[in-house]
């Protein structure tokens, strides 16, 4: 049993209803798949590599010598308790880049390659998002309408990059800990040489395996909570390793903090029974706020608004 991994050209071709059957049971069974043949430029995906690798070099490999995370695994190992774990740390290099806040400036090719990428990226999301409309039954542009407040506010889109340096103990830290995503959908484009990162299933963790040029979706909760449970926010982790520097770059399609979230109701005006609750996407990420590694059921019954 392998994470699917899913050819998105075929949708053009004689093969797209077999590919939207693909999609879908992905969704239902994994909350994760992998993308090839997905459009976006493999020139475009080798740059990308290139200056976030470099990018962590120039501005953020020695500080993360001094960070928590390096700090702590370290007093652990010198005081000799040989089960102690650190259970509430990520030992993990991460910045945000949205629209509105600063980037970094090195390498100088950073800014234009990224801002690149997010606009591909972006694009990718949206059309995958159509694609989960239709498997759900739900009007074309439903999703970002719900996301985006009817118009009224933008879709928050923001691109995280990671890196998992070596770790010289990756048996007392994780490099980052079980959570479902909080958000829409997720785009990884994960590193294709040095593995980590795995999805759970049926109580069994999964490998998600390092495909060259691939990009990894995987549904966040509000899908789940649109889709009323058929599609799942399925829970993930990076285990950190001793070997590799592990490079990640997920982009995240959410709704905006105004948005009302709620189970849909399908095409036709069919009712469904809601086994959700409705409530403001800002509330929602309060509570994720101090929950993300929690469980979710817990999040969703916290909330909730007439």
């Not at 029974?273 to 990420?285: I, L, N, S």
């Amino acid at each position: 049993m392998a994470v699917p991994v899913i050819d998105l050209s075929k949708l053009e071709g004689t093969e797209r209803a077999a590919t939207m059957t693909e999609i879908a049971s992905a969704c239902e069974e994994w909350g994760f798949f992998q993308l090839v043949n997905h459009g976006i430029p493999l020139d475009l995906l080798d740059r990308v590599k290139k200056v976030c690798s470099e990018c962590y070099k120039m501005e953020r490999e020695e500080g993360f010598k001094d960070s928590k995370a390096v700090q702590l695994l370290n007093d652990i190992i010198d005081s000799g308790e040989a089960r102690k774990t650190l259970d509430d740390v990520d030992w993990e290099d991460v910045f945000i880049l949205q629209d509105d806040n600063q980037w970094p400036s090195n390498p100088l090719q950073f800014k234009e390659t990224m801002k690149e990428y997010r606009l591909e990226l972006k694009k990718l999301a949206e059309k995958m998002l159509n694609i989960l409309e239709d498997n759900l039954g739900l009007s074309k542009g439903y999703i970002k309408q719900t996301f985006s407040c009817n118009g009224n506010h933008n879709p928050f889109f923001g691109t995280k990059v990671s890196h998992y340096p070596p770790c010289p103990r990756p048996d007392r830290v994780g490099g980052l800990r079980n959570h479902t995503d909080a958000g829409g959908l997720i785009l990884l484009f994960q590193d294709d040489k040095v593995g980590g990162l795995q999805v759970l299933k049926n109580g069994q963790w999964f490998d998600v395996q390092p495909l060259a040029n691939t990009i990894v979706i995987n549904i966040g909760d509000q899908i789940e909570v649109i889709s009323n449970g058929h599609y799942k926010s399925a829970w993930h982790r990076v285990l950190a390793s001793a070997n590799g520097n592990r490079r990640s770059v997920a982009s995240f399609y959410n709704p905006a903090l105004e948005a009302v979230i709620e189970p849909a109701v399908i095409s036709g005006g069919g009712k469904i029974e809601k086994g959700y609750p409705r409530f403001v996407f800002g509330d929602y990420m309060e509570v994720y706020a101090k929950q993300k590694f929690m469980d979710k059921e817990l999040r969703f019954q916290s909330i909730g608004i007439n």
